[in-house]
């Protein structure tokens, strides 16, 4: 059932990285650890290019049903193999915050489908405080780093792009704003979780370090 629903949705990023500027689409959550179970969504992290985030956005939203792609609703409680488009960054603010255990254990467990210019590893690299939680994880060096902003310099001179950005991100929250309950979103940044399991995360952590005993 995972290897089918990864299948499935390399197809629907395949059908979202051809209409618009994404730079890197990942599974993210239970799928991406191949654990998930049958009635789960599939959760998804796009980076797209500087000053597109909102556009893309609302791109996916519009499109989505001329696409065939299935995409989650708010509060909706039939997610069966459905898109849950939770994260999504710019490529020039890829560090992620909080830092704490559970956003660490979210980015390493991120299995990339569409990656460009090595946008996978630059979000790594940028998101190496990781290592202060998981120190065995694996990530990059800081020659990737050094590539990191070269690609954005034409876009953030396109002002044009980089206005109506801004209007479809103002539009977009104030649809949002009543709805919104865990979510954070920024110009540059949006975090979309149902759930925040962060705290249950944390004291579920707590519970069995305390456990064990040495």
């Known amino acids: 059932m995972v290897r089918k629903e990864k299948g499935d949705c390399a197809k629907d990023s395949e059908q979202i990285e051809n209409d618009s500027d994404d730079k890197m689409i990942g599974i993210t959550g239970a799928l991406a650890m191949g654990n998930c179970q049958e009635n789960d969504d599939i959760d998804l992290l796009i980076i797209t290019g500087a000053n ?45 915050e909080p830092e704490n255990l559970f956003l660490a254990h979210e980015i390493c467990q991120v299995k990339p489908l569409i990656n460009k210019g090595k946008t996978y590893e630059k979000f790594l690299w940028n998101n190496r405080w990781v290592k202060d939680y998981l120190p065995n994880s694996v990530f990059c060096n800081n020659e990737i780093s050094e590539q990191s902003s070269n690609g954005s310099i034409v876009q953030l001179s396109n002002c044009s792009i980089a206005v109506l950005n801004k209007i479809a991100f103002f539009a977009q929250r104030l649809y949002m ?28 952590y707590e519970k069995r370090i305390g456990g064990l005993t040495i």
Do not use: Y
């Not at 009543?178 to 759930?195: C, G, I, W, Y």
């Open 177 to 204: 704003r009543p709805k919104m309950t865990v979510e954070r979103v920024s110009l540059h940044q949006a975090f979309f979780h149902p759930q925040n399991l962060q705290e249950k995360t944390r004291a579920e």
């Open 52 to 96: 597109f985030l909102w556009l893309t956005r609302l791109l996916i939203v519009l499109l989505s049903p001329f696409l065939g792609i299935k995409r989650r609703k708010p509060k909706e409680k039939n997610v069966k193999d459905k898109i849950c488009f939770n994260l999504f960054l710019e490529e020039n603010h890829l560090k992620t």
